[in-house]
């Protein structure tokens, strides 16, 4: 099983620039997470999704977009980079309820220069 | 709100002996999950092991298990018989079961060094 699948693992942007990062999980999970991760700290929710065509905002929205339009894809837009989007970004996903773990893609480590 | 507090420095523990790793909690949901997981240095989040917020028994995963004091908002992790391979970042999180309390909060970790 391919679990969750991010692609790319590394990125360097140039700052204002765009890109987008890929999540695809085959788990038929309908909750999915966009984290991020700065050098040691915890993971930050920035978007979930609690089904297709359903996104809410987390804790640190700001500078990103998401979509939902199936229940295996959640791409993170990142419309004009910034310095401050320099992170380690998870996606995640989960069967719904306070009982079932999140199960995390390997990351993709983005830098804005 | 959901809050996690991890508050130890970087813990050093000795090949073969036991580690306690602190995590307390603050929720307004009556029913909610508490969850470890494992980073190590490769970066890959590793899920460890879960307590319910209603179970009577403390969780227990090989050699994990989550010492759960409920009245106290505490769910420390054990790890018993430290192996070198345990060394890594440790997170406590909790979720809850409804609504935006549905995703999942960190803490900000503790560094684990498992000596030789």
Known sequence: ?113 | AQKITQTQPGMFVQEKEAVTLDCTYDTSDPSYGLFWYKQPSSGEMIFLIYQGSYDQQNATEGRYSLNFQKARKSANLVISASQLGDSAMYFCAMRGRIGANSKLTFGKGITLSVRP
């Open chain 1, 1 to 113: 099983n391919a679990g969750v699948t991010q692609t790319p693992k590394f990125r360097i942007l140039k700052i204002g620039q765009s890109m987008t990062l890929q999540c695809a999980q085959d788990m038929n999970h309908n909750y999915m997470y966009w984290y991020r991760q700065d050098p040691g700290m915890g993971l930050k929710l920035i978007y979930y999704s609690v089904g297709a065509g359903i996104t809410d905002k987390g804790e640190v929205p700001n500078g990103y977009n998401v979509s939902r339009s199936t229940t295996e894809d959640f791409p993170l837009r990142l419309e004009l980079a910034a310095p401050s989007q320099t992170s380690v970004y998870f996606c995640a996903s989960s069967l719904p309820g306070g009982n079932s773990p999140l199960h995390f893609g390997n990351g993709t480590r983005l830098t804005v220069t």
